[in-house]
């Protein structure tokens, strides 16, 4: 069954995504627009009022302080465990079903990495207590990437997140 949405339904989305991204810029300044629309603000839609939105960005998000590296050198070693395993289960084969087309980006990357190397769109970093990463974006990228140069490579852009709590 298809559901048609109509005009209004869809200028009152828009109006709220409108809303939620410039309270966003304002809760989160110092984050880099990249990142506020390219990791953060996608996640608008798991929630669905005011308070819970802004209790994710207070709790979790506000203290977050970022770096910005160009070519940055990425080998499996400076990954944590967590993104070490999973890594490489992507890198064998593994098709998340959690991730809409996963099968299909991973090709994309694939054949942009063939026509064009490694991309210069960034990937977001998160950087662990022990001076380790956690892949926060850019995973089918990361992916095609070690699948072509399993040794390591220079990404040229990097946007490292410090202080992040959930890996407190």
Same mark, same amino acid.
């Given at each position: 069954?298809?559901?048609?949405?109509?005009?209004?339904?869809?200028?009152?989305?828009?109006?709220?995504?409108?809303?939620?991204?410039?309270?966003?810029?304002?809760?989160?300044?110092?984050?880099?627009?990249?990142?506020?629309?390219?990791?953060?603000?996608?996640?608008?839609?798991?929630?669905?009022?005011?308070?819970?939105?802004?209790?994710?960005?207070?709790?979790?998000?506000?203290?977050? $302080?970022?770096?910005?590296?160009?070519?940055?050198?990425?080998?499996?070693?400076?990954?944590?465990?967590?993104?070490?395993?999973?890594?490489?289960?992507?890198?064998?084969?593994?098709?998340?079903?959690?991730?809409?087309?996963?099968?299909?980006?991973?090709?994309?990357?694939? $054949?942009?990495?063939?026509?064009?190397?490694?991309?210069?769109?960034?990937?977001?970093?998160?950087?662990?207590?022990?001076?380790?990463?956690?892949?926060? $974006?850019?995973?089918?990228?990361?992916?095609?990437?070690?699948?072509?140069?399993?040794?390591?490579?220079?990404?040229?852009?990097?946007?490292?997140?410090?202080?992040?709590?959930?890996?407190?």
């Amino acid at each position: 069954m298809k559901y048609l949405i109509t005009e209004r339904q869809l200028d009152l989305l828009l109006e709220k995504r409108e809303g939620w991204y410039k309270l966003l810029q304002k809760k989160l300044p110092h984050f880099p627009e990249y990142v506020l629309k390219d990791f953060i603000y996608r996640k608008v839609d798991e929630y669905k009022d005011y308070e819970s939105f802004n209790n994710w960005i207070n709790d979790w998000l506000v203290n977050i $302080e970022w770096e910005y590296q160009k070519d940055f050198p990425i080998s499996m070693d400076i990954f944590s465990d967590k993104s070490q395993k999973e890594l490489r289960e992507r890198i064998s084969g593994f098709v998340r079903s959690d991730v809409e087309k996963d099968e299909e980006r991973h090709q994309t990357q694939k $054949e942009l990495l063939k026509s064009r190397g490694i991309s210069q769109e960034p990937i977001i970093l998160f950087k662990t207590k022990d001076g380790r990463y956690d892949l926060g $974006e850019g995973w089918h990228r990361t992916v095609q990437a070690f699948s072509v140069f399993p040794e390591g490579f220079i990404q040229p852009n990097v946007y490292i997140g410090l202080n992040a709590k959930w890996l407190e």
